[in-house]
């Protein structure tokens, strides 16, 4: 007896189960299917990068004497970074001057003298005032200054500190032959590893973007784009795409992906180097399309669905769909001109079920 009952309890709950579903109306949105021109984009994410970064390496060795600036300073072209205590050189040069007039001494002397062991040609002699000619110029390079109009983005010296430089010298040993017993004062140093200075062009800021292999081929040259700069709250910023990677790099996952560049030379005084962004490209128009809304879609193993409304009820629909945008996409099958598709509330909805439409019709 306890089980009819219980049998009796579930089909009376089944039967106001369905009839509830059948009769009960949700009220819906709805909205209708019409054509209209779709802008079509693709959102990429990347980071900022100065493409122009200038690296200035000290010309001479000696101990530095001062350092003017500081990173973040802005300088402009020929502004003085730092000075260093060239004394080598200087006593370099001192030394190449007195090899000189002893040169020519030693040539007038044996002109009057053919006899003599040493002979310096008036060549060589040239050659030497040349060098000396170039040292002076390169004791100029004590005074570092900045090649560009700039930011200071690292330094790498500081007071006190002794720098080394390469000094392009010449062959004297060669030049002056039996003569080069005057030339043992001549050292070469070592390098400097790391750059003094690295000073940036903040006009030549660009958002550098990953694009995969399904969407390079739409980008192009001159394509608009929105950037936004995650740590800024002045957002968006508006570029146009600059050049293109023709050589992909390889992802971490295996796949591969393009760099392209969107200068924004507006915010080169705004952000450092490495901020990430995320950017809109414009990738063309596509016209007198089918659209509708992209939250009117829904998806079950693997086919894409909508819900039309006629006559009182919601009715499943499959269709092809196409490009899209944040929020609308392309209809290809499927669908007609001026149908009414619903878009929320999708999740309460199922097929037949009796609904009636809550807002107004365009």
Do not use: C
């Amino acid at each position: 007896m306890k089980r009819i009952l219980i049998v009796v309890f579930i089909i009376i709950a089944l039967a106001l189960t369905i009839f509830y579903k059948l009769n009960n109306t949700l009220s819906v949105k709805v909205e209708r299917v019409n054509r209209k021109n779709l802008n079509l984009t693709i959102n990429l994410s990347g980071n900022l990068s100065f493409l122009r970064k200038i690296e200035i390496y000290p010309k001479v060795s000696g101990t530095v004497r001062e350092v003017r600036v500081k990173p973040g300073d802005k300088v402009k072209k020929g502004e003085v970074l730092a000075i260093i205590d060239a004394e080598d050189l200087k006593k370099q040069i001192e030394q190449i001057k007195n090899i000189i007039e002893l040169a020519k001494i030693s040539s007038a002397f044996s002109t009057f003298n053919p006899q003599s062991e040493i002979k310096i040609s008036q060549d060589q002699i040239k050659t030497l005032e040349s060098y000396y000619e170039s040292l002076n110029k390169l004791y100029e390079e004590r005074i570092i200054r900045s090649p560009i109009n700039g930011i200071i983005a690292k330094i790498n010296i500081s007071p006190l500190e002794t720098v080394q430089a390469s000094q392009n010298n010449l062959n004297l040993n060669n030049l002056l032959g039996n003569f080069a017993n005057l030339l043992n004062m001549f050292n070469l140093s070592l390098p400097q590893n790391n750059p003094a200075f690295i000073v940036i062009d903040p006009t030549s800021l660009n958002a550098i973007l990953k694009v995969d292999e399904n969407n390079i081929l739409k980008i192009k040259e001159g394509q608009k784009a929105v950037v936004n700069v995650d740590a800024l709250d002045q957002n968006p910023w508006e570029g146009k795409v600059a050049s293109i990677s023709k050589i992909p790099s390889l992802n971490k996952d295996g796949t591969y992906s393009y760099e392209i560049y969107i200068p924004l030379p507006q915010l080169g005084e705004m952000v450092v180097e490495g901020m990430t962004i995320s950017a809109t490209i414009n990738i063309g128009e596509k016209k007198n399309i089918l659209t509708i809304p992209l939250n009117a879609i829904t998806f079950k193993e693997g086919k894409t669905y909508v819900y039309l409304y006629e006559n009182g009820r919601a009715k499943e629909k499959e269709i092809m769909i196409g490009d899209m945008t944040l929020d609308e996409i392309e209809i290809k099958e499927g669908l007609r001109e001026g149908d009414l598709v619903i878009i929320s509330p999708i999740d309460k909805i199922s097929n037949n079920m009796k609904v009636k439409i809550e807002n107004s019709i365009k």
